[in-house]
């Protein structure tokens, strides 16, 4: 089992948003999370990266407890997060938005462009531009390669077709299901159409627990079955 | 046009030179001296605070670690103008290097309001307790040695030996904020989180860059001691933080040229007006309020770009 979530609770404050959440995941799997905003999906995510301490439970990645551990240990561990906002260093160029991601990985400068470009190769034209200049979607294509240097273990993807238009939604989706077979990933996803093109198991979520979890394919296929539970 | 000129570091350098030649004998030597010293300690402090976004209210302690270094090495052990100088620079390496382990642990007003505090203890340090030492509240008087022209009594070759130092000052900060160090420091500016998260520890890079501009400010305030052939405690007051901020603001943060533009004009605002302007500082206020709402590229932010 490469991560496991065990009895999570998250707390902002006194407000509590996830209880006792447990999840699991197996290599090569896609796991995607759905819900309504506010549902917990992006805190249990941020949770898991290393960004929150949880207030109660563990979580174990790779056989080692990461929870509490400083925030660039989990990161090199090989766990890696996309964020939901898409932003990028955006004073640096893209090119130097990925030599940052290369050098703690020791992945060499011309193997990491490598590794963005194969995702997409339109990136090589833009390799000088000033990464605050790309589209939404450049974007998020820079930072899914980014986050692909130095071939980590598993991706957290937050919201990762949010507020593009419908014709990048269709590239990354390509994109991540081209990933798919290489790298396990989480996915938080509102956009049940992609959710049933990626998943393997689906986890939804409703009010900071688990709701139900869907492990058949057909169900998967068919939004409809879970759209109501939302 | 300006643009071309800061990518090239010949260009850059001989435009430097050219206009300090052409300020310093149209001028005063001994005057544009003190400006060129000043620039330095602005190019110091903007290491921290334009290229890495940590303000500081404190930097004159690194001034006067620097200034004290070299004051009190000189006073009390050698007059050799090299190894006081030299003493200056470490000194305000090693006090940022101690202090260092706490202030950057904090950032935003906790990190400018420590390095405050800090600046008061070592200020009150320089004044009292350490008196015998210091020379307290008078100061002490110096005298380097001189060999054959290398003589630092001779405010000619103190204006060319600072206009040197600066050169080098400058040569230096270029190639570090353009190294793949200076691009992290861009990057820790922007989101540090972030950078923790491409699996860097930033607290090691933020503490080097603190004792690297400790250091920086330790030479300016080193060059001080030198070029005033005295120091005292004017050169570790708390209340003059506001100078060295003001001018990289003026010039333009983030930028190595934009330090030595706004330590420069800062300087002539602050030698000049006050011969006009009784309350010259009021201007300066104006002119900081202007710069922090309208103009928050500085002069050189805007003059790069023609």
Same mark, same amino acid.
């Given at each position: 089992m490469l991560l496991s979530v065990e009895n999570l609770d998250v707390c902002y404050g006194h407000a509590q948003v996830l209880h006792g959440v447990s999840m699991h995941l197996n290599e090569g799997e896609l796991v995607c999370v759905v819900g309504r905003n506010g549902a917990g999906k992006t805190s249990l995510l941020r949770t898991i990266g290393g960004f929150m301490k949880p207030a109660g439970g563990t979580v174990d990645f790779d056989g080692q407890r990461i929870d509490g551990q400083p925030l660039e240990q989990v990161a090199l561990s090989g766990l890696k997060y996309v964020y939901q906002d898409k932003r990028v260093f955006g004073e640096l160029t893209v090119r130097e938005n990925i030599e940052l991601a290369a050098y703690p990985t020791q992945v060499g400068l011309d193997e990491a462009i490598a590794k963005v470009v194969d995702i997409h190769p339109k990136m090589n034209k833009l390799l000088d531009a000033k990464a605050k200049g790309l589209s939404g979607g450049e974007r998020q294509i820079l930072l899914i390669g980014r986050a692909l240097i130095g071939d980590p273990k598993l991706l957290l993807i937050d919201e990762p077709t949010e507020g593009l238009a419908a014709i990048i939604i269709g590239e990354i989706i390509n994109i991540l299901a081209a990933m798919k077979s290489k790298i396990t990933m989480v996915v938080v996803e509102q956009n049940l159409a992609t959710v049933s093109r990626l998943a393997d198991r689906v986890y939804v979520m409703k009010e900071g627990v688990f709701s139900r979890e869907i492990t058949d394919a057909a169900s998967i296929a068919d939004p409809s079955t879970y759209e109501d539970e939302l | 046009m300006f643009s071309k000129i800061e990518k090239s570091p010949i260009l850059t350098l001989a435009l430097v030179t050219v206009l300090f030649l052409l300020y310093g004998y149209a001028t005063s030597l001994p005057k544009i001296t003190d400006f060129i010293i000043f620039c330095i300690f602005v190019i110091g402090f903007d290491l921290l605070y334009g290229h890495m976004g940590q303000l500081s209210f404190g930097h004159m302690l690194y001034l006067g670690a620097g200034a004290y270094g070299c004051g009190m090495f000189a006073y009390h052990v050698y007059p050799d103008p090299f190894l006081s100088i030299l003493v200056g620079v470490l000194l305000g390496a090693a006090l940022a290097a101690l202090l260092g382990t706490v202030v950057v642990k904090t950032s935003a007003a906790a990190f400018a309001l420590l390095n405050l #505090?800090?600046?008061?203890?070592?200020? !009150?340090?320089?004044?009292?307790?350490?008196?015998?030492?210091?020379?307290?509240e008078d100061g002490l008087s110096l005298f380097f040695e001189s060999y054959g022209w290398v003589d630092f009594n001779d405010s000619t070759f103190r204006f060319y030996f600072c206009l040197g130092a600066l050169l080098l000052v400058i040569l230096v900060v270029t190639a570090f904020v353009r190294s793949p160090y200076g691009i992290l420091l861009k990057s820790i500016k922007e989101n540090e989180t972030r950078v923790k998260f491409l699996g860097y520890n930033t607290f090691v890079y933020k503490y080097v860059t603190f004792i690297i501009s400790g250091a920086i400010v330790g030479f300016a305030g080193a060059l001080t001691?030198?070029?005033?052939? !005295?120091?005292?405690?004017?050169?570790?007051?708390?209340?003059?933080?506001?100078?060295?901020?003001?001018?990289?603001? $003026?010039?333009? #943060?983030?930028?190595?040229?934009?330090?030595?533009?706004?330590?420069?004009?800062? $300087?002539?605002?602050?030698? !000049?007006?006050?011969?006009?302007?009784?309350?010259?500082? $009021?201007?300066l206020g104006v002119a900081l309020l202007a710069f922090a709402f309208w103009f928050r590229k500085g002069i050189w932010g805007y003059a790069r770009k023609l």
């Open positions: - | #505090a800090l600046n008061e203890v070592g200020a !009150y340090l320089a004044l009292s307790p350490l008196h015998e030492w210091t020379g307290g001691s030198v070029n005033l052939a !005295y120091c005292n405690t004017s050169l570790i007051a708390p209340t003059r933080n506001v100078e060295v901020i003001f001018a990289a603001l $003026m010039g333009g #943060a983030g930028t190595v040229l934009g330090a030595v533009v706004g330590g420069t004009a800062f $300087m002539t605002i602050s030698n !000049y007006l006050a011969s006009y302007i009784v309350r010259w500082e $009021m201007f």
